[in-house]
Nanobody, 126 residues
Framework: QVQLVESGGGSVQAGGSLTLSCAAS????????MAWFRQAPGKEREGVAT???????MSADSVKGRFIISRNNANNTVYLQMNNLKPEDTAMYYC????????????????????WGQGTQVTVST
C-alpha cells in the first residue's frame, strides 16, 4: 500500500532553515505529482508547494522566495527546503500524493490529493 513518511522537522529560530523529506513507497512515485501542506493550531490546512513528475513546481505566495520543493525520482523522495523561517511558518507539515496520474499536474487543492503522511512538526521561535 501507499506509504509516506515525513522527517526533518524540528525547532528553529526565526531566520533559520530546515529541510523536510518525504519518503514514498507502494506506488510508481515518478508518475505522480507531490505536494507539501501545513496546518497550524486552530487553522485550516493549506497548500505550501507542489511539484510534478518533470519537476515543475508551484508555491503558495506566503512561501515564495523562501521555500523550495524538489524531488528525487531515483530514491522516491520529495523535499521541502525552508529558508528564512518565520514564526508564522510554525505548523505540522504533511506530504501528499496527487489523485491524478498526470505527469504535468500541479495543484495546491487538498481534495486533489488522496494519500497523506503522518506529518512532521516545525516550530519557529522569535
Amino acid at each position: 500500500q501507499v506509504q509516506l513518511v515525513e522527517s526533518g522537522g524540528g525547532s528553529v529560530q526565526a531566520g533559520g532553515s530546515l529541510t523536510l523529506s518525504c519518503a514514498a513507497s507502494g506506488y510508481t512515485f515518478s508518475t505522480y505529482s507531490m505536494a507539501w501542506f501545513r496546518q497550524a493550531p486552530g487553522k485550516e490546512r493549506e497548500g505550501v508547494a507542489t511539484i510534478n513528475s518533470v519537476s515543475t513546481s508551484m508555491s503558495a505566495d506566503s512561501v515564495k522566495g523562501r521555500f523550495i520543493i524538489s524531488r528525487n525520482n531515483a530514491n522516491n523522495t520529495v523535499y521541502l527546503q525552508m529558508n528564512n523561517l518565520k514564526p508564522e511558518d510554525t505548523a505540522m507539515y504533511y506530504c501528499a500524493v496527487s489523485r491524478r496520474r498526470d505527469y504535468l499536474y500541479l495543484s495546491l487543492i487538498q481534495d486533489e490529493y488522496n494519500y497523506w503522511g503522518q506529518g512532521t512538526q516545525v516550530t519557529v521561535s522569535t
